[in-house]
């Protein structure tokens, strides 16, 4: 990427979350930072404290989190110093295509910091076939039921996080219908949870699920939007990579057939130790109990082999053990937090020892690591047990499963591929957004969580009135729009 001959015009609006926007142009992707719009005319922080903060997400990400989480799904990018004006230029040729309710925030103009990572969505290396590359985007969220003793209200031992956020959401407007995506399905490790995880995912995305084509998204969901998914131009773009199945009717592939067959590779890939190594299977160690979330539809009864476990080399494996390594839940981290506050105003120089704003070297991770099991009533045990919190946070977390067609000319070269049905696929599983949250987040985490959980048994899990029901079509629909009769004279 030349810097010095950077064009506006050559990269497109990509998406953007809370705190940054990104832009894309062939195999790459840019993430500018962003700031209230009242801080448009005068910026936040200085352009040494952009570069850093940039930085230390790179950092945190290289030293801390491939180390949890593995390597080989870790992508962590790089710091770059944009011209100022093709990022002004830039920050006018997409206000137009940002949601509104996005622009609240404005792209950072002045410190010309971003951070370069590698375009997903369209790899620049692969086979050359028939079918350009799909990429998945997922967020799966919290895979586990907290256990831990500073749990106050019992019904967080039963029913997930993200059921429960769902209510809420939809109780306060953000979406007009419940997602029937379950976490506990999809890291289960039992294919019959995953398949119907996913395919719930499929029938209302909302913002955990996108699907890419080429570098273009062609399956997602608007916030607040009424409209059902469009599940037939999601089936005429996976139809190509699926011709060759088996259920046909009068040569014509079924569109349950082919809906079946991609969530089959998806699950196919979370379940791959994503391009390296043998691992072996673990089983679900939380119990049974614990192992299903009380608000899933997943009906227990239609398991038919049992919890089969998660393979320990695993992108979901590594996933779900880290997310595990926060064992105090908010509730028991918030005192601990209350702790390192009163500690750093009494002695605000210890900031720069305890490392709260970085720098997130192997210095760092050594002291997570070290981090006594019990609570010994120090500081820096607060510290690791919050920063730890930071960097596992259950929510925001995104997978990447990059899937490729393998052609018949390359399939017996191939090492790494999936055959549930031929054609076969290549895939590639990286993991996203691992930015360290701030120190100062946690008083707003516990806020959230009091909140959803008081909406949750105030309704009794309930959906409010008003509210749409979930899509119960949409898979419906594909199979009546495969039940077609054929009359042959006789």
Same mark, same amino acid.
């Given at each position: ?8 015009? !050559? ?7 809370? /705190? ?137 031992? /039963? ?14 407007? /953000? ?7 379950? %976490? ?42 009424? !409209? ?97 390594? =926060? ?44 981090? %006594? ?39 017996? =070269? ?77």
């Amino acid at each position: 990427m030349e810097l010095d001959k950077m064009d506006e015009n !050559d990269w497109k609006y990509h998406g953007e979350g809370n /705190k940054s926007l990104v832009v894309s142009h062939l195999s790459r992707v840019l993430r500018l930072l962003k700031y209230p719009a009242e801080d448009s005319e005068n910026p936040p922080q200085t352009v040494e404290q952009a570069f850093r903060q940039i930085q230390n997400i790179v950092d945190f990400s290289s030293n801390v989190m491939s180390s949890l989480l593995g390597e080989k799904f870790i992508h962590s990018g790089e710091v770059v110093k944009l011209p100022l004006e093709f990022v002004r230029q830039l920050s006018i040729k997409v206000q137009h295509q940002r949601p509104a309710w996005r622009c609240e925030k404005v792209m950072d103009i002045y410190s010309g910091c971003a951070l370069c990572l590698p375009n997903l969505t369209s790899p620049a290396l692969h086979q050359p076939t028939h079918t350009p590359p799909l990429c998945i985007e997922i967020k799966p969220k919290c895979g586990f039921l907290p256990s831990s003793k500073h749990v106050s209200k019992d019904i967080k031992t /039963k029913v997930c996080r993200f059921c429960m956020h769902q209510h809420y959401k939809v109780a306060g407007g /953000k979406w007009k219908r419940r997602s029937l995506y379950c %976490p506990l399905d999809l890291f289960s490790g039992n294919r019959q949870r995953m398949h119907f995880a996913i395919r719930h995912l499929i029938e209302e995305p909302q913002n955990n699920l996108k699907i890419f084509k080429g570098g273009q998204c062609i399956y997602s969901s608007k916030e607040g939007s009424d !409209d059902a998914m469009d599940l037939t131009s999601l089936l005429h773009h996976l139809r190509p990579y699926f011709q060759h199945g088996n259920i046909r009717i009068n040569s014509h592939m079924t569109s349950k057939a082919v809906l079946n067959d991609f969530i089959q590779v998806l699950v196919n890939a979370l379940l791959s130790g994503g391009g390296g190594g043998d691992g072996g299977v673990v089983t679900d160690r939380q119990g049974e109990g614990r192992s299903f979330c009380e608000a899933s539809v997943f009906n227990k009864e239609r398991i038919r082999h049992g919890s089969q476990g998660l393979p320990s080399d695993s992108v979901l494996f590594r996933t779900l053990q880290t997310q595990m390594l =926060d064992t105090l839940d908010i509730e028991g981290l918030y005192p601990l937090f209350r702790r390192v506050e009163q500690h750093l105003q009494d002695f605000p120089k210890e900031r720069t020892r305890l490392q709260m704003d970085g720098p997130y070297n192997e210095a760092f991770l050594e002291k997570l690591q070290k981090c %006594p099991t019990e609570d010994d009533g120090s500081v820096e045990y607060a510290v690791a047990k919050v920063r730890l919190r930071a960097g596992t946070s259950r929510q925001v977390l995104c997978m990447m499963i990059e899937v490729f067609q393998i052609s018949a000319d390359c399939l017996l =070269d191939s090492e790494d591929f999936l055959s549930s049905r031929p054609p076969a696929f290549s895939y590639s599983v990286s993991i996203l957004d691992l930015d360290p949250k701030p120190f100062d987040s946690i008083p707003r985490q516990l806020r959230l969580d009091q909140k959803i959980v008081s909406c949750y048994l105030r309704t009794g899990g309930a959906l409010p009135k008003g509210s749409m029901p979930p899509h119960s079509g949409i898979f419906a629909a594909a199979e009546r729009e495969d039940c077609t009769l054929l009359f042959h004279p006789v």
